[in-house]
């Protein structure tokens, strides 16, 4: 028996059920799908009128996910990735940059939990941190506040 197939509108629908895209991740992740007179960007476009498709709550929602694990470099790259727009990308740079610090300390407790014994141990620990995307002042105010400051 033959499988049904999924109007593009469905498949929209059906990953926006799942979690928020950006529009340009979901113009990828249809235009697979697309038939010969399927219109994408009309769809996109309808989708957003609806307010099914936001591109405030996606990005929302991947500071949400991201912040307790990453700094402010990591996070806003993969939103620029996804296609946020620059105002949008400055007003969640300005938001996080006074958490970036304290998220950095949670990080390092996390994964270290005790001072660096050496230099040696002091750059692999900074080192960590920087893969995270947390700049060099998050990262020196992680490694100063120690194991026992709780915030």
């Known amino acids: ?11 929209a629908l059906k990953y926006l059920s799942a979690r928020e895209h950006s529009r340009m991740e979901l113009a990828r992740k249809l235009s697979r799908h697309a038939q010969e007179g399927d219109d994408v960007e009309a769809l996109l476009d309808a989708l ?8 405030t709550r996606f ?3 991947l500071v949400h996910r991201r912040a307790s694990r990453f ?5 806003l790259s993969e939103l620029q990735m996804h296609g946020i727009d620059a105002d949008a990308l400055s007003e969640i740079k300005s938001d996080l940059a006074g958490s970036e610090a304290a998220r950095a300390a949670e990080v390092w407790r996390r994964k270290f939990g005790v001072p660096p014994a050496d230099a040696t141990e002091r750059a692999r620990q900074m080192r960590f941190l920087q893969q995270r995307g947390f700049s060099q002042a998050a990262i020196r105010a ?3 506040s120690g194991p ?4």
């Open 1 to 11: 028996m033959a499988k049904l197939q999924m109007s593009l509108k469905a498949r």
């Open 48 to 55: 957003e009128a609806a307010k099914f498709l936001s591109e």
């Open 59 to 61: 990005s929302e929602s």
């Open 71 to 75: 700094g402010n470099q990591r996070i």
């Open 142 to 144: 992680a490694l100063r």
């Open 148 to 151: 026992d400051t709780e915030e």
